[in-house]
């Protein structure tokens, strides 16, 4: 059972530095590029101002579900079990290994075409070629453990950062920026479904932030690390993928950019920027894979898990259908921002962020509930979801993130609130 078990502290070795480098890892992406782009219609400055609210919303959630982690030193999947029952927290690990293994899938599938575009006048197109031989690599990177993830993150998150700032000015010199700021919003995208669409990217980490916030020395560090990292690097894609897009009315401008750097002589670090921000993300997805498996299933071996969760990922990729990644986001979306609604509820306002970790795998404990499950977080988080589904559908003005994980965690506050077990 050391899966459900607190990290030791002297593995917690992760300071402020080190999660900023982790999630800007994480937000240079060609996915944060698509997803940027499929805000075209409303136009740059619209575009703009959607993708900061988004992302202080989304970051905001991300960043306080790590203090779980960092706190008790558990992954997200374990501090679930407090709120939603230690069988509850079954039904969310399988949503998450669900979600995780898409995730891995997605960013293959993109990083294999992406290569793929890039030199096929050079080796022929061989697109599933390249898909199997990058997770492959991010298998092995998975493989190598937190110690030497943060010397893997410095030196690729470095280079990242140089070649991601060459390719931001090749595009804006390129389209220039009367054109962009001069562009009017086409319709066709209100402005609470984008804010959606750029929220759910930060709220798709939220299931697995813990994972690696639970080896941090000081909670504010890892917070604000978290914070930061993820703010600056995934709004910046954003903006590049919105840029690229409002210029070419392209509806994949990933490619756009890569083909303009490419066109400029820039196919070597074009394809750096391919391979390594698919590693530096998609081994995330993988290895919280693992972790969130262990939640269900604690004997079973990390490796095991992550070896498991690539080759599921690839195969996959092989067969994803692209034209559905923007239902993706919004499913994932529906799912997790009331589930954590209903567990960031429980942890600051009901239990005063107080575990007992020591009860997180006990059979009768104070996290058993009913049979092991919390019915009254169920509830209310299946009230969110049902919320979330109702505003998109009517369009509400204020979007579906926040109203689907306030009204879940109102419903659970006020459910909740005062009774025997809520105090442990």
């Not at 402020?16 to 890892?25: C, E, N, R, T, V």
């Not at 609210?53 to 079990?81: D, Q």
Request: net charge neutral.
């Amino acid at each position: 059972m050391e899966a459900l078990k607190p990290v030791d502290p002297k593995e917690q070795r992760w300071n402020g530095l080190d999660f900023f480098i982790l999630w800007a890892g994480a937000g240079i992406s060609l996915a944060e590029i698509w997803a940027g782009g499929m805000l075209r219609p409303m136009g740059f400055l619209i575009g703009v101002a959607v993708i900061l609210i988004g992302h202080f919303i989304g970051n905001t959630a991300l960043a306080l579900g790590g203090i779980l982690g960092s706190e008790h030193g558990i992954p997200t999947m374990v501090a679930l079990r407090p709120s939603f029952g230690i069988r509850g927290s079954y039904l969310a690990s399988i949503l998450n290994i669900i979600q995780l293994i898409g995730w891995t899938a997605v960013m293959i599938w993109i990083g294999g075409n992406a290569a793929d575009a890039l030199l096929k006048s050079h080796v022929g197109s061989h697109p599933k070629a390249w898909m199997i031989g990058i997770g492959l690599v991010t298998i092995v990177w998975s493989f190598v453990g937190e110690t030497f993830w943060k010397w893997l993150q410095r030196i690729s998150v470095a280079g990242l950062l140089i070649l991601s700032a060459a390719m931001t000015l090749m595009v804006f010199t390129s389209y220039g920026w009367h054109t962009l700021l001069s562009a009017k919003g086409e319709g066709g995208l209100a402005v609470p479904l984008g804010i959606d669409l750029v929220v759910a990217m930060p709220i798709s980490w939220l299931p697995l932030v813990a994972d690696y916030s639970r080896f941090s020395r000081k909670t504010v560090s890892a917070f604000w690390g978290t914070w930061w990292g993820y703010f600056f690097l995934s709004s910046w894609m954003y903006l590049v993928g919105l840029a690229a897009a409002i210029a070419t009315h392209s509806d994949t401008p990933d490619s756009m950019v890569l083909q303009l750097m490419a066109g400029a002589g820039w196919i070597l670090p074009a394809l750096l920027i391919v391979l390594f921000s698919t590693f530096t993300t998609t081994f995330l997805d993988i290895y919280s894979t693992a972790v969130s498996a262990q939640n269900l299933l604690p004997s079973l071996s990390e490796k095991r898990g992550i070896v498991t969760t690539g080759i599921l990922g690839i195969l996959v990729a092989l067969i994803f259908d692209a034209s559905q990644y923007e239902n993706f986001l919004l499913l994932i979306g529906s799912f997790f921002c009331p589930m954590f609604g209903v567990t960031l509820t429980d942890y600051f306002l009901i239990r005063k962020r107080h575990i007992d970790t020591d009860a997180l795998d006990k059979k009768e404990g104070p996290y058993w509930y009913n049979g092991g499950i919390h019915w009254k977080a169920i509830f209310a988080w299946l009230v969110g979801v049902g919320l979330y589904q109702i505003s998109f559908q009517h369009g509400w003005p204020i979007g579906s993130t926040l109203p689907s994980m306030i009204i879940a965690g109102g419903v659970y506050f006020f459910s909740t609130a005062g009774t025997s077990k809520k105090a442990s």
